[in-house]
């Protein structure tokens, strides 16, 4: 592990110090935690809008979209709505074509 300081006010101190007590653990356990918690959640929201983004410019469907956000179509589509994105839609000769290629 590599030593750094963190400057914290009074009050956040002694509100990790009472935690990390009540807990059994310390206070660099603490602090390490809520940094994993906080790199683990910008990775999965960045790789949200990875797939978002590639969803827009047509690059992936609904379905792959849904697989990547880790939920069915149906709730990828209220994601979408949610956020004010405009879904995808095929037009006739798409539709065909998929359908020839099922």
């Not at 030593?3 to 009074?10: A, F, G, I």
């Not at 697989?67 to 405009?86: C, H, M, N, W």
Request: proline share 2%; glycine share 6%; hydrophobic share 40%.
């Amino acid at each position: 592990m590599i030593r750094t300081n963190v400057m914290l006010t009074p009050h956040q101190h002694i509100t990790l110090k009472q935690m990390a007590a009540s807990m059994h653990r310390t206070l660099g356990e603490l602090v390490r935690d809520a940094i994993d918690s906080t790199i683990t959640v910008d990775m999965v929201e960045r790789r949200h809008q990875v797939a978002v983004d590639a969803y827009r410019e047509g690059f992936i469907s609904l379905g792959k979209l849904a697989q990547s956000l880790g939920v069915d179509p149906l709730t990828a589509r209220g994601y979408l709505k949610e956020r004010g994105i405009q879904q995808m839609v095929q037009d006739i000769d798409e539709i065909m074509t998929d359908a020839v290629n099922a």
